[in-house]
């Protein structure tokens, strides 16, 4: 009775949901994680988090890590406010466990000019980049053209808001970052965060030689996840793969505990 209620409650929003809303639409019919590596956090359940969530875009970071956890909380920052419906939508989907702002995140509180990548009538948001250096890069060309299967693109430009995460004086267990070549700028906002807490860090793997060194020197270690067998695999540099998770020996500890059967067993945390 209840699947048959769950079933018709999604045709029904199916319905109402505007079509370019393709992450959304997607996650609703599948019921899993847009990206293998978010079944990570699926070994997350029982913390509450805070996840602060840097990149929303429309918001299926938060929607497949609900689809495999049940305990998280998850602040989600997205800088364009074109997607602002996608996030209230989700808001409503998960009220108690999820919450948006309008706002990226750098150096320091202030505004910026997000560049959007617009094929015909269709806005690439997935790839809008703070960083228009970013655009000159062959792989994201290719990628670009390869999402919109045009050979041509053009550039958008939109102001934003940005501010920084240590401002914010918050107290995150875990941040994603997936922010189109913004890594170091969004990483240096965060120093004194980093610090004090430690948080486990997804981030997309780009550009790892201009922000990985920053992390080496606070002491954080980089890992993937492979999911079958489960574990959580300490590497030294580039590898294949399309998110990274950093880890600090002084990361919370009830995280730790939770990933303890993942990590290698000469890696231990700093109380040990």
């Known amino acids: 009775m209840i699947d048959s209620l769950k079933k018709w409650l999604i045709t029904v929003i199916l319905r109402i949901i505007p079509v370019r809303w393709q992450h959304i639409r997607w996650q609703l019919v599948n019921g899993k994680p847009h990206e293998?590596?978010?079944?990570?956090?699926?070994?997350?359940n029982g913390?509450?988090?805070?996840?602060?969530?840097?990149?929303?875009?429309y918001g299926q970071f938060a929607l497949s890590v609900f689809s495999v956890n049940t305990t998280l909380q998850i602040e989600s920052w997205e800088p364009n406010r074109q997607l602002r419906w996608a996030l209230r939508f989700v808001r409503c989907l998960h009220p108690w466990r999820f919450r948006y702002r309008l706002q990226g995140a750098g150096t320091e509180p202030g505004s910026a000019t997000l560049h959007v990548p617009q094929a015909g009538r269709e806005d690439l948001t997935t790839n809008a980049s703070l960083d228009i250096e970013e655009f000159d890069k062959k792989y994201v060309r290719k990628r670009l053209q390869e999402y919109s299967g045009q050979q041509d693109y053009q550039l958008q430009e939109v102001?934003?808001?940005?501010?920084?995460?240590?401002?914010?004086?918050?107290?995150?267990?875990?941040?994603?970052?997936?922010?189109?070549?913004?890594e170091l700028q969004t990483l240096k906002g965060m120093r004194e965060t980093l610090i004090r807490h430690y948080p486990m860090l997804m981030i997309e793997l780009n550009n790892h030689r201009?922000?990985?060194?920053?992390?080496?020197?606070?002491?954080?270690?980089?890992?993937?996840?492979?999911?079958?067998?489960a574990a959580l695999l300490p590497i030294s540099g580039y590898a294949k793969t399309l998110?990274?998770?950093?880890?600090?020996?002084?990361?919370?500890?009830?995280?730790?505990?939770?990933?303890k059967p993942l990590l290698p067993a000469d890696w231990q945390p700093a109380d040990t």
């Open 159 to 182: 102001a934003v808001k940005l501010t920084s995460v240590d401002r914010e004086n918050l107290s995150p267990a875990i941040i994603k970052i997936d922010v189109e070549g913004w």
């Open 47 to 57: 913390l509450s988090g805070p996840v602060l969530d840097l990149g929303a875009n």
């Open 243 to 259: 998110n990274v998770f950093c880890l600090h020996r002084d990361s919370p500890p009830e995280l730790l505990n939770k990933l």
């Open 36 to 44: 293998a590596d978010i079944y990570l956090f699926q070994h997350l």
């Open 210 to 229: 201009r922000w990985y060194p920053w992390l080496q020197q606070l002491g954080y270690q980089l890992f993937i996840y492979q999911q079958q067998p």
